[in-house]
């Protein structure tokens, strides 16, 4: 059974950083792009960065930009969010997600990404 399990999450003052990582298992995840999704209490859930199957093209949100880093270590069947400069607006449950893949840029609805994992609670203080 193909899974995605999200680890790295916690609570961080802020300007602090935090690492998450997402692993696969169940199947090979390196054919898929893949990426991370946001949802905070009382909103939708949001995109907030992907990257291609092969870990050379990347996406990010506006609110992404230039604070986080969207890799993956295909040996390792892992995905990476480095999150830097974390902000209180950046309080979510982070999600890994897998789908495509896609020949142009990532897609930022969540419908287009078919494995989720069961998320990780990032908590930032002011």
């Known amino acids: 059974q193909a899974q995605l399990v999200e680890s790295g999450g916690g609570l961080v003052q802020a300007g602090g950083s935090l690492r998450l990582s997402c692993a696969g298992s169940?199947?090979?995840?390196?054919?898929?792009?893949m990426g991370w999704f946001r949802q905070a209490p009382g909103k939708e859930r949001e995109f907030v960065a992907a990257?291609?199957?092969?870990?050379?093209?990347?996406n990010y949100a506006d609110s992404a930009k230039g604070r986080f880093t969207n890799s993956r270590d295909n040996a390792k069947n892992t995905l990476y969010l480095q999150m830097n400069s974390l902000e209180p607006e950046d309080t979510a449950v982070y999600y890994c997600?897998?789908?495509?893949?896609?020949?142009?840029?990532?897609?930022?609805?969540?419908?287009?990404?078919?494995?989720w994992g069961q998320g990780t609670q990032v908590t930032v203080s002011s």
């Open positions: 169940g199947r090979t995840f390196s054919v898929y792009d």
């Open positions: 990257i291609d199957w092969g870990g050379a093209r990347t």
């Open positions: 997600v897998a789908g495509g893949p896609y020949a142009r840029a990532r897609p930022v609805t969540p419908d287009k990404y078919n494995y």
